[in-house]
């Protein structure tokens, strides 16, 4: 078919005309044009997905198992996951009625936002964050509020920070710890003074866990275990990040009845159910995945030690993540913007960092480095960070 001079004006919605690319990809796309690069910008496991959960899909395959599953997915896989999250997290769900299979957390973000908020509620966001939250929010109907952390306060959130930004408009908070990108971990006592304030407020949580398993020097605590917060939280989580499974494309939402029914519906048209092929891969993950996860969970606890101390060394102040795989640095000495350090960086050194500012405002000074790359890759990218540092304050 010839292509013609469109004969009508394109309407598109005004909605998505406001949201800008995601920054992340950007960076991404650039150095995919470059020879010679070391990428620490995308947010994915270096391992491979382990053997015995690819074969499981292969199987499910040659089994013919090729249909549609239940809307909510497998009732094995939903199964697994109430079980997991019990016996790991101390919380109960009904895999009947209270889990959701997603496709991947990112659709559970998506559907937990659109369930409960209605145009003109305001959503509050703990920021920095992940580049996808604001965006949901306004294709929702609703207002991002952000509140902001600090790397002074190893990036903790302070329930004054919350309470300031309330407003009879506020309905709802998302917050994510382990936290991309600043590492950041919330222990039972910060949880404990936030649930205070959820409660006081009637808001509904959106806790996003995903990385609920790369918790390095102590264990994670989840939010629904807070006394008083299991009936007003959304739980998101995955198969992404601890079982090394990003292609697949399967995570899942728990939640209570009320909502997870709500989602339910939205999962129903837009996505009908997950890969039937990949919830057989994500049942054998959880039931006979936990070695191969402990194995990748001490070794990015030993590239952490390295890269942080590294960085140090090279000259750039940077916390200590306790969870995730992200070092989030402060760049402010060089006077450079994240942005402008990401690019001269990229271009002079051949390394790919994501800069600060995509992740929220709290985020402009900083850049994220993912450290879920080979020790070799750290090496050299420590090298080329350090020479790059030193020059520019020269």
Known sequence: MTKTKPTHEVHLSQAVERIKPSGIRRFFDLASSMDNIISLGVGEP????????????IH????????????????????????????????????????IVTVGASEGIDIALRSVVDPGDEVLVVEPCFVSYAPLVSLAGGKAVSVPTKMENDFQVHVDDIKERITPNTRAIMISFPN?????????????A????????????????????????????STPS??????????????????????????????????????????????????TMAQYAALEAMENGQVEMGEMIASYRQRRNYFVKSLREAGLSCHTPGGAFYAFPSIRETGLSSE????????????????????????????????????????EAVERIAAFVKNFKN
Not at 194 to 216: G, M
Request: net charge negative; proline share 3%; with cysteine.
């Open 180 to 192: 991309n990108p600043t590492g950041a971990v919330m222990g039972k006592e910060e949880l404990e």
């Open 226 to 275: 807070i006394e008083g917060m299991w009936e007003r939280t959304i739980l998101i989580s995955g198969f992404s990040k601890s079982f090394a499974m990003t292609g697949w494309r399967v995570g899942y939402v728990c939640a209570p009845a009320a909502y997870a029914k709500s989602m339910l519906k939205i999962h129903q048209y837009a996505m009908m159910c997950a890969s």
């Open 340 to 379: 402008e350090f990401a690019e001269k960086l990229l271009i002079e050194q051949r390394v790919a960092v994501v800069p600060g500012h995509v992740f929220g405002e709290g985020g402009e000074g900083h850049i994220r480095c993912s450290y879920a790359a080979s020790m070799s890759q750290l090496e």
């Open 46 to 57: 270096d391992y491979t997905t382990p053997w015995n959960v690819r074969e499981a899909s």
């Open 194 to 221: 936030f649930a205070q304030v959820v409660i006081e407020h009637d808001l509904v949580v959106l806790s996003d866990e995903i990385y609920a398993e790369l918790s390095y020097d102590k264990d994670h605590v």
């Open 60 to 99: 499910s395959l040659e089994r013919g198992m090729t249909s549609y599953t239940a809307n909510a997915g497998l009732i094995e896989l939903r199964e697994a996951i109430a079980s997991y999250m019990s016996s790991r997290f101390g919380v109960t769900y009904d895999p009947g009625d209270e889990v």
